[in-house]
């Protein structure tokens, strides 16, 4: 028997029977696609909260825990010599107060040291203009120009801060603040204490050569003002000045340290860790951290997976009875093929491609279906949460990821229990005899 005449046979009983093959092709459909819409849950969440953590961290910085967050020379050397370690990049924050001044308007902020050789070799690109060249120059972040304030601004943002808070929000000043290119403007400095912040050291001039990057929250204002690390003495100085009256602790510094430890790559991150750990620094990446959500997603897609499998399961009753019904209503039609010498294999063939197409036709369905409500749920869900919270937060949040792995994945199961339910039933076919096959009224 050709194969094309095994595929007339199949199709002749599906024609026959549109009814109750549709409504069983339908169960298989909404089976398969409980399960990818159900295990795209995790997947979608999964891709949200590693695009956060990325997002809001370079992959390839390497932190330094506890009392060794601290290096010598030496140790600054020693790690920089390990392999496809790109650079040791050292930061230093100012405790001080420190105020920006730009014509009318100013600001407070905090001030950091940086090498910006190293700094722009592992930072993400500035948003507007370059990094410094001489010392008398500075980068600022991104939101600097938002909180320079005038007097007008002020009041403007008390009162839109007063509004909000009685409607439950909460205003950020968005709206206020220096609106023109920082590109080239001159800003003041002068530093203070915590204890007394009016008491202001002399002023120094600096220009913005560039501005930050936008922070990876929403939420996040950042406005600290970014200059050389020779800068060191300067700001000593001028500490010196706003604390030259007043009683300061013995132990108190001025300047805290930070080192953190870039690899070349993603890839070389890991080997990097198990090699300066074995010359025992303390070290982290955020790396491990996606390893263990990696984990916990992978047991949680398992399960959603299996729950999803389940309704597959539920709907291959259906096939099953559709499949027995097949084999009772062409008992005759078997029998002929058996009197003309047609095989017990080629038999159970013909009702496993039956089954099977089922299978096929209602798992092409799914994944078409699978799609639409993923992409729906992506688009609406966050404005329907928004609607019943009033939160914005939600925007950047994926709901539903379908990756071809899970695809792939949900084909087999929705094809395989397809075939499996109509082995029973094909076998039975096999078992029938000529002559009562033969006997048997049309």
């Known amino acids: 028997m050709l194969f094309k005449d095994q595929v007339n046979f199949v199709m002749q009983h599906i024609k026959k029977n549109k009814l109750r093959v549709f409504m069983t092709v339908l169960a298989a459909t909404m089976g398969c696609a409980f399960l990818i819409v159900l295990a795209s849950i995790g997947f979608g969440l999964q891709d949200s909260i590693e695009d956060e953590i990325l997002s809001s961290?370079?992959?390839?910085?390497?932190?330094?825990?506890?009392?060794?967050a601290?290096?010598?020379e030496e140790e600054v050397a020693d790690i920089e010599g390990v392999e496809n370690v790109q650079t040791v990049l050292k930061t230093t924050s100012v405790d001080a107060n420190v105020a920006g001044y730009m014509g009318d308007r100013d600001t407070s902020t905090s001030l950091r040291l940086v090498d910006f050789t190293d700094y722009a070799a592992v930072s993400k690109p500035l948003s507007e203009g370059k990094y410094p060249e001489n010392e008398n120059e500075i980068i600022v972040g991104y939101h600097f120009g938002q909180t320079l304030l005038n007097e007008a601004d002020r009041k403007l943002v008390e009162e839109k801060s007063k509004a909000a808070e009685?409607?439950?929000?909460?205003?950020?000043?968005?709206?206020?603040?220096?609106?023109?290119?920082?590109?080239?403007?001159?800003?003041?400095?002068?530093?203070?204490?915590?204890?007394?912040?009016?008491?202001?050291?002399?002023?120094?001039?600096?220009?913005?050569?560039?501005?930050?990057?936008?922070p990876a929250y929403e939420w996040a204002i950042e406005n600290r003002i970014y200059m050389m690390d020779e800068q060191r003495e300067v700001i000593e100085n001028m500490y010196s000045q706003a604390i030259a009256d007043l009683e300061v602790?013995?132990?108190?510094?001025?300047?805290?340290?930070?080192?953190?430890?870039?690899?070349?790559?993603?890839?070389?991150?890991?080997?990097?860790?198990?090699?300066?750990?074995?010359?025992?620094?303390?070290?982290?990446?955020v790396t491990e951290q996606l390893d263990e959500l990696n984990v916990f997603f992978l047991v949680l897609k398992a399960g959603l997976v299996f729950v999803g499998t389940i309704a597959v399961l539920i709907a291959s009753i259906g096939i099953f009875n559709t499949m027995t019904m097949a084999v009772t209503e062409r008992t005759r039609e078997i029998g002929v093929l058996k009197a003309i010498g047609a095989s017990p294999k080629l038999i159970q063939r013909l009702f496993l491609m039956e089954s099977t197409f089922i299978g096929v036709i209602g798992t092409v369905l799914a994944i078409a279906i699978s799609y639409v409500v993923s992409f729906a749920s992506n688009a609406l869900l966050p404005l329907i949460l928004k609607a019943a919270t009033g939160e914005d937060g939600f925007n950047n949040v994926q709901f539903s990821a379908i990756p071809w792995q899970l695809v792939v994945i949900a084909a087999a199961i929705s094809i395989g229990v397809a075939m499996i339910s109509g082995l029973r039933p094909a076998r039975k076919a096999t078992k029938i005899e000529v002559m009562q096959a033969l006997r048997q009224e049309l």
């Open 166 to 214: 009685a409607e439950g929000t909460y205003y950020d000043g968005a709206e206020e603040g220096y609106k023109d290119s920082l590109i080239g403007k001159e800003v003041e400095i002068a530093l203070s204490t915590h204890e007394q912040p009016d008491v202001l050291s002399d002023r120094k001039t600096y220009t913005i050569v560039g501005v930050m990057p936008e």
């Open 249 to 285: 602790a013995s132990d108190f510094e001025l300047f805290s340290e930070r080192f953190d430890i870039y690899a070349e790559s993603l890839e070389y991150v890991k080997p990097i860790l198990e090699e300066l750990r074995g010359k025992g620094y303390g070290v982290y990446s």
């Open 57 to 68: 961290e370079t992959v390839t910085k390497i932190e330094v825990l506890g009392s060794q």
């Open 70 to 72: 601290l290096f010598t």
